[in-house]
């Protein structure tokens, strides 16, 4: 076989395989399950709730930002096995505009979870939650769930219960393709209180 | 002798409850047993009194007022292992239906006539891929010395 028709099959090959797959001339797209159309999503309720400094976090203040908001407890096997993908996803991130935010729902508060993320070196902010704080977010019972927020502060996904890292990853991939619009900064969010996301 | 009655408790969510209890009779001074039947939900399973992983809540069953009934020890029964796609190593549970067996013994001077022991089981619950907070069951255990 001549080398321009070897060429030509490459060529052709290749153009097949954008077809199929799809092809851009910077990163392929990431397109989660998960994820929900911009139009379906809900604001993510704001919150003011202390992290291991003593100092007041609002979930507003990461605005602009992808943020991956983790209700999970010390007690709570599952959550075990996620911490350390987020903790994974927190440094491949950090740069791209993302954070991840843990809350920690232990009656005991931090003389729990101190020990807790100090063994695990939880190298992503925590603080500590409350029955306000999961009845803001549809009265979150089964740990974990987790919450993928877009730049917008809008809930794109929710996962309750163990799921995959691939999952993660990828919703996370897909939200942070979008470009930031959103003034960063702490902005009024309604807080609903009991709504279903 | 002395008469126990059925155990009430109160259950809100929960993913244990707490069975009848048979009716026991004994005498003053007399040892005797209360045996607790308790069934958790299919699909969940709950801490053994004795969890490997420290930071795991465990099963406990606390006497906080016996009236003339002076609380023993409470027997747990053996667990299981029973391994999960979320733990590296088997847990120790408790699943299905099982019995917490407290030995009272009545006291000496104990009058005659009715009375309630209260007491109160704390668990933690989880299925195969969530777990779900620590909830606690009154326990009101009635009583009848004759």
Redesign the interface.
């Known amino acids: 076989m001549s080398l321009p028709r070897l060429s030509l099959i490459f060529a052709t090959a290749v153009l097949v395989g954008c077809f199929v797959s799809g092809c851009s001339s910077s990163t392929r797209s990431v397109k989660a399950a998960s994820v929900k159309p911009d139009k379906e999503r809900k604001p993510a309720p704001d919150f003011a709730l202390k992290d291991a400094d003593g100092k007041v976090v609002h979930l507003a203040d990461y605005r602009g930002k992808v943020v991956l908001l983790d209700f999970w407890a010390t007690w709570c096997g599952p959550c075990k096995i996620e911490i350390p993908w987020f903790m994974e996803m927190q440094r491949k991130n950090k740069d791209k505009g993302f954070e991840v935010l843990g809350v920690a729902m232990d009656d005991e508060g931090w003389e729990a979870v101190k020990p807790f993320v100090t063994d695990l070196r939880v190298n992503y902010r925590v603080v500590i939650g409350n029955d306000a704080t999961a009845e803001l977010y549809g009265g979150v019972d089964a740990l974990p769930t987790t919450f993928l927020i877009d730049r917008e502060g809008k809930i794109a996904a929710v996962h309750v219960g163990l799921t995959s890292k691939k999952d993660f990853e990828d919703g996370v991939a897909e939200l942070l393709q979008t470009p930031t619009t959103a003034v960063p900064g702490r902005a009024a969010v309604p807080a609903i209180i009991g709504a279903k996301y | 002798m002395l008469l126990f009655l059925p155990l009430s408790a109160q259950n809100t ?1 929960q993913y244990l409850t707490i069975g009848e209890l048979p009716k026991v009779a004994g005498k003053r001074s007399a040892a005797v047993q209360a045996r607790i039947p308790v069934t958790v939900q299919m699909g969940f399973h709950v801490n053994s009194n004795a969890p490997k ?1 420290e ?3 465990p099963l406990k069953l606390t006497w906080k007022s016996t009236g003339v009934l002076e609380a023993g020890q409470v027997v747990y029964p053996k667990p299981s292992l029973e391994k ?4 590296e190593s088997p ?1 120790s549970v408790y699943t299905g239906a099982f019995e917490l067996v407290t030995n009272f013994k009545v006291a000496a001077n104990a009058p005659a006539g009715p009375g309630v022991a209260a007491g109160q089981l704390r668990y ?1 619950a ?2 195969d ?6 909830k606690t069951i009154e326990i009101n255990l009635p009583y009848q010395v004759q």
């Open positions: 969510k992983d930071y795991l809540i999960y796609e979320f733990a847990l933690q989880c299925n891929r969530a777990c779900f907070p620590p």
